[in-house]
């Protein structure tokens, strides 16, 4: 029985509740923004967000078309979770659209 609010995704454990992000089992130091996107990714796994969809879900307002700001917030989150930023599993670019959390 797994814990309230924590998932397991591959090597990747996060706990909603508690706003704990772990890698094999080590706690990883993320940005409130990190942690806020990286919630609202994988709160749909599989599911293509749009740069909009993020902006307006994790800084909470419209930045016309400032997505620059999700994309280097996605960055500095995949630098801290991927094993290889260069090849992501967990955060994947959807090109033209968007972004998706897997592993697929």
Not at 61 to 89: F, M, N, W
């Amino acid at each position: 029985q797994p814990e309230q609010g924590v998932e397991v995704h591959g090597d990747l454990t996060i706990d909603r509740v508690g706003l704990v992000v772990s890698k094999h089992g080590s706690p990883i130091a993320l940005a409130p923004t990190e942690l806020r996107l990286l919630l609202e990714l994988s709160r749909v796994p599989r599911r293509v967000l749009s740069r909009q969809q993020l902006l307006e879900a994790v800084w909470e307002h419209d930045y016309l078309g400032d997505s620059r700001l999700v994309d280097a917030c996605v960055q500095r989150l995949r630098a801290k979770i991927e094993d290889d930023p260069a090849t992501p599993v967990y955060v994947q670019t959807v090109r033209g659209f968007g972004y998706r959390f897997g592993p697929l």
